[in-house]
């Protein structure tokens, strides 16, 4: 059996890369290990009947404004998006809040609760910045990172580019003391960055931070995030795609220095007549299906370098019988209508703290929870009058002393001090209000989706050394591969992990320069 293009994986970085080679005229073939289409995309009843639970993803931030959300049509093959009104809600341990508009002057009045000197700060940045990320952001994501020289002499030609190189350099917890005064205010915008596993001490991130400061967004899929693969999978079919499910890959299959085609674990073996995609993360694509053999060695010590030991999340999924009503919306009435609540102290060192305690495999035992109810904004995800609800709690992998092992000991525990954090804030949660619950440990996320390595939701760690221009390697960062004929796409690529498709997009171009494909999108 031949194809012009396999593509090992249909998480939704493949099938979006398979979509636009399909579109183009190639004959593609998607191959997914696990009997369903999407990886971190999907959607599962995983506590009662009818109560459909997001077992990784759950908000999709740029999908719905991307290129590829317009050209792959998605709209049309089902995928649709609710917009909360009410962003993230930062709850305080005294009970005060604040909640995150995209409306910059709702969200300047929400900062002056708190401090009317960072309110006016707030309100300057969103007029020297907001537009610069606006007209920025999406371009760099999608589409091949720039060598840091190139973006560094962009951004040396403005006052406001050297202030951002050199607020690229600090940490966000530096940027945060230097922009703002009121604990609170830096206690929220730090949870922007954290909530995505960017460590608040970590040199060369501070410039994400200011993105995450000004942007604002958080659309739900409608159905579920396993309804953006759906939509995905109709769109590689929709042009004559193939996808197969429950066809893991054993071997990608490499003669002289070109990738030929691959092997199944079922032992069938399907030629690639230009090219095999990987969507697959690195260690597991180059170490174990193509084979040191076939690489060059500096790029094998690149692969065996490249980690995933950043924090986790532990979660649990709820099917609730009544949404949690919080003792803050007594003083902030939509704190509670909010599309998530986080909770994560009082002062930005309760989130520092909390990383360092991961980082030595200790899980927090104060607070580190983000709440969403997706069945607030789309109700189609339980049964009438009924809610899911998904609680992160961030947490290491590994336990020490007894590593990944120890969750098996300390998971059940671990859970039910998580409800007690979470009810000290939402009395109404109790034991009858809950359902039914699955407990979903680092272990069990990596279980679940072995391509998130130690239960890391973004497919390898997002620090300085593996962003932009370095992921996953530097000169590596085109979707190109030292195998002639072998392509990566996927969180493990620049823009970096989350749901957005960036990967997919950014791979489906580099090969259709290589091969001469028909750029329709263009
Ligand atoms: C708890 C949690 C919450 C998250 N929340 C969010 C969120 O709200 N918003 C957000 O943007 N991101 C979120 N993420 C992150 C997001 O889900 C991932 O970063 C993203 O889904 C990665 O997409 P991908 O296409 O790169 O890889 P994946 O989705 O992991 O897809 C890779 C696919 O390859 C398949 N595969 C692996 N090996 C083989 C093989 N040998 N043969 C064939 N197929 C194979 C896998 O089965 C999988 O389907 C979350 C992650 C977790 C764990």
Redesign the pocket.
């Known amino acids: 059996m031949s194809y012009d293009f396999v593509i090992?994986?249909?998480?939704?970085?493949?099938l979006a890369c398979a979509a636009y080679l399909a579109r183009a005229g190639e004959s593609v073939l998607v191959?997914?290990?696990?009997s369903r289409?999407?990886?971190?995309?999907s959607t599962e009843e995983a506590t009662l009947p009818g109560f459909r639970h997001n077992?990784?993803?759950?908000?999709?931030?740029h999908v719905p404004t991307s290129p590829v959300y317009r050209d792959l049509e998605l709209e049309r093959h089902g995928v649709r998006y609710v917009y909360p009104e009410h962003l993230r809600g930062t709850i305080f341990p005294d009970q005060r809040s604040l909640v995150m508009y995209r409306d910059a002057n709702r969200m300047a009045d929400e900062i002056a609760r708190f401090s009317a000197r960072d309110a006016r700060t707030f309100r300057q940045l969103v007029a020297d910045y907001g537009e610069f990320i606006d007209s920025t952001y999406l371009s760099l994501m999608y589409s091949p990172p720039l060598a840091p020289s190139l973006q560094s002499a962009q951004l040396e030609q403005s006052a406001e580019g050297r202030t951002l190189l050199q607020w690229q350099a600090s940490t966000p917890v530096q940027l945060l003391d230097e922009l703002f005064e009121s604990e609170e205010v830096k206690v929220h915008f730090l949870a922007r960055m954290t909530v995505l596993g960017f460590p608040p001490d970590q040199f060369g991130q501070g410039w994400i931070c200011l993105f995450r400061i000004l942007k604002a967004e958080a659309p739900i899929c409608v159905g579920g995030?396993g309804s953006l693969a759906l939509g995905l999978r109709r769109a590689v079919e929709a042009h004559g795609g193939v996808v197969q499910t429950d066809?893991?890959?054993?071997r990608i299959v490499v003669h002289g220095n070109r990738a030929i085609g691959v092997e199944l674990k079922d032992g069938r073996r399907i030629d690639a007549s230009k090219a095999v995609v990987t969507?697959?993360e690195p260690k597991?694509s180059f170490l174990g299906?193509v084979g040191e053999e076939h690489l060059p060695s500096p790029f094998v010590a690149r692969v065996k370098n490249y980690h995933s030991n950043g924090r986790s999340?532990f979660?649990l999924h709820l099917a609730l019988s009544a949404p949690p009503h919080y003792r803050a919306a007594a003083g902030n009435a939509p704190v509670d209508l909010a599309f998530s609540q986080e909770m994560f102290g009082g002062r930005v060192e309760d989130q520092v703290r909390a990383y360092r305690d991961i980082a030595t495999g200790v899980p927090p035992r104060m607070e580190m929870l983000q709440v969403t109810l997706p069945t607030l904004f789309d109700p189609s995800q339980a049964p009438a009058g009924r809610h899911t609800a998904v609680v992160?709690q961030y947490a290491p992998y590994r336990i020490e002393p007894d590593g990944p092992e120890g969750w098996r000991r300390l998971r059940d525990e671990y859970a039910e001090h998580v409800l007690g954090l979470w009810s000290s804030y939402a009395p109404n949660i109790t034991k009858d209000v809950i359902l039914g619950m699955r407990i979903?440990d680092p272990t069990d996320?990596e279980r679940h989706?072995?391509?998130?390595v130690n239960?890391v939701?973004?497919?390898g760690d997002m620090t300085p050394d593996q962003m932009g221009w370095f992921r996953p390697f530097a000169g590596w960062s085109d979707y190109r591969t030292p195998v002639e004929g072998l392509y990566m796409c996927?969180?493990?690529c620049h823009p970096g992990?989350?749901?957005?498709a960036g990967?997919?997009h950014n791979a489906a171009g580099v090969i259709a320069d290589d091969y001469q494909l028909n750029r329709w999108w263009d």
């Open positions: 090992v994986g249909a998480g939704h970085h493949g191959l997914e290990r696990s289409v999407g990886g971190g995309c077992i990784c993803s759950v908000v999709h931030t995030s066809a893991a890959v054993h969507n697959v597991k299906m999340l979660v992160w979903q996320t989706n072995d391509n998130l239960g939701d973004v497919v996927g969180g493990y992990g989350g749901v957005h990967a997919g």
